[in-house]
């Protein structure tokens, strides 16, 4: 059975001239972690003047389920049973999506990360998990320790789940604790929200931001309700601010060392490998077993050889995660690593 895919438009023109090599490579993702390795090699198809990705399936249609999967492809417009030549059957799947889109889309800032690419990321993190085969109803807990203000959070949240973060930049969680305030309130979604003080030994660290949120009245009403929590504080406390074992998956877009400068407050090191040699240690203790880490990184400022040694020697098995290079901007190369906990 042959389909295509067709892709989302964005508003990004470099992140669009680079969506077809990276959907393919998340399909393929998919196809290991949720299909049970059934499609076959994908590759960009030109129909009608529209670049689609074209795969088949050997043992028959898609099932329910697969389609339930591929419809949180972050690169997926559309999907098709290609019927005839260029013919095209459209085929109906169910995201998990639990909010209106503009809980991506709305926020606009410099610096902020490629909504597609982050949910890229998240995905093909819990893909790689022992979890991938229950994402579609399980609630999980998605960790971003470097969380600005909130992206991947906010994608956690669409499917349903969980999300912690962690956030050293005052004006960056006053943000987002704003945008989610304000969020909340225009859609007239049941939630709390609360901004209290982060204490340690007596000590304050800054400060921790609340929510309890559902999608509807019903569902808040059933207990069915979605916990957002992020930490004022440095991500190399981590391990200090939560339990072990605290997220299925743990997520992060790392400072580029170029657009989002070198070093932040008080000269902390912000480049990638500063970060993941102070931090790592710590955000590995709250993977759960079969859990994962997948981050995202500047090649130009740490070579792919120095970031997979410092994942190894963290405890965490590295998994294949080919394709996914691509440029950015000048100076940013951007790669994922994604690593497993046994």
């Known amino acids: ?109 410099s610096g902020k990360t490629n909504e597609h690419f982050t949910k890229l990321l998240l995905n093909v993190t819990v893909l790689a998990s022992a979890f991938a085969d229950r994402m579609l109803e399980r609630k999980l807990t998605v960790l971003d320790p470097v969380c600005g203000r909130g992206t991947t959070l906010n994608q956690a949240l669409m499917y349903g789940w969980d999300a912690i973060g962690i956030e050293r930049d005052q004006q960056d969680l006053e943000a987002y604790s704003a945008f989610m305030k304000t969020y909340l309130k225009r859609k007239r979604l049941k939630h709390n929200a609360e901004m209290t003080p982060l204490r340690r030994e007596g000590k304050k660290l800054g400060r921790r931001f609340d929510v309890t949120m559902a999608p509807d009245k019903a569902a808040h009403h059933a207990g069915e309700t979605q916990q957002l929590t992020v930490f004022e504080a440095d991500t190399s406390l981590a391990r200090s601010l939560l339990k072990k074992h605290s997220a299925e998956v743990v ?92």
């Open 1 to 109: 059975m042959e389909y295509a895919l067709l892709l989302a438009p964005s508003s990004n023109r470099v992140y669009t001239a680079g969506a077809a090599a990276l959907g393919a490579a998340e399909l393929a993702a998919f196809s290991v972690g949720a299909l049970d390795g059934r499609l076959g090699p994908v590759a960009p198809i030109e129909l009608a003047g529209r670049t689609y990705l074209g795969f088949s399936v050997a043992d028959g249609p898609l099932g329910e389920r697969d389609l339930a999967y591929l419809a949180n492809v972050s690169s997926a417009f559309a999907l098709f049973e290609r019927v005839e030549g260029d013919l095209l059957r459209p085929i109906a799947g169910q995201p998990l999506d639990r909010y209106d889109d503009d809980l991506i889309s709305i926020q606009k800032y």
């Open 251 to 342: 997520v992060a877009d790392l400072p580029y060392g170029i657009v989002h400068g070198s070093r932040g407050p008080k000269g902390i090191a912000r480049g990638p490998q500063e970060l993941l040699e102070t931090a790592l240690p710590g955000w590995v203790q709250l993977i759960m077993p079969g859990g994962t880490l997948g981050f995202s990184w500047n090649t130009h400022v740490a070579p792919r050889e120095e970031a997979i040694a410092l994942v190894e020697k963290a405890g965490l098995r590295i998994v294949p995660a080919e394709g996914f290079s691509h440029w950015v901007d000048q100076g940013i190369t951007r790669d994922i690593v994604i690593a497993r906990r046994d």
